[in-house]
């Protein structure tokens, strides 16, 4: 949410500005997709946090539930725990459709923002051999391969895009009071 900067209600657009280079195309009201609900503020003070996550408030006519064709499908309603060596998938506006394998649970690690660094426990770290998550997919549904079930929220990652960085989807629908809309 804007590194904590985000009004309550800011227009929620698919495709984004950085998609679009900054241009909101205010006679397309197509792009706008929802407002924002809520979010949970990252702490740049060297508190610990847990997830980088925000929700839109939106409508089932502008939101499908499901990848495109070129992706997993559906996600399963039913949420697993991540361990090492779990096979793992995504769908991001990026790079598609990756997999890749849990290599770390319970992480600790600095990630750095405009705003300044935040300390984030208790992460997911997923590994693969080619770029798994670049920007512009952050945001993403972690979900294993095969089974589609819901392990993390993507949110960052290594400058080679190799290692990418998810909370826990647990601690995010719990933060929201929401469940997956999947099989």
């Known amino acids: 949410a804007l590194e904590n900067e985000a009004e309550s209600s800011s227009e929620i657009l698919q495709p984004g500005l950085y998609d679009t280079a900054c241009i ?3 006679n397309n009201v197509n792009n706008v997709i929802g407002t924002l ?3 949970e503020p990252i702490d740049f ?8 996550a925000a929700i839109a408030l939106s409508s089932k006519d502008n939101l499908g539930n499901g990848t495109p064709s070129n992706g997993y499908g559906i996600p399963k309603s039913t949420t697993v725990a991540a361990y090492i060596n779990q096979k793992v998938q995504k769908y991001g506006r990026t790079t598609s459709l990756t997999r890749g394998t849990v290599t770390g649970i319970n992480a600790t690690i600095r990630i750095t923002y405009g705003s300044g660094q935040a300390l984030f426990t208790g992460q997911i770290i997923v590994q693969s051999g080619k770029p798994f998550i670049k920007a512009g ?3 993403s549904l972690l979900v294993t391969d095969p089974g589609r079930q819901p392990v993390g929220l993507l949110f960052a990652g290594d400058a080679s895009g190799k290692y990418a ?5 647990d601690l995010v629908l719990d933060c929201f009071g929401v469940t997956v809309d999947g099989d």
């Open 165 to 169: 960085i998810a909370n826990r989807i």
């Open 24 to 26: 909101n195309n205010v």
């Open 37 to 39: 609900f809520d979010f």
């Open 45 to 52: 003070s060297g508190g610990t946090n847990t997830i980088d």
């Open 137 to 139: 997919d952050s945001g």
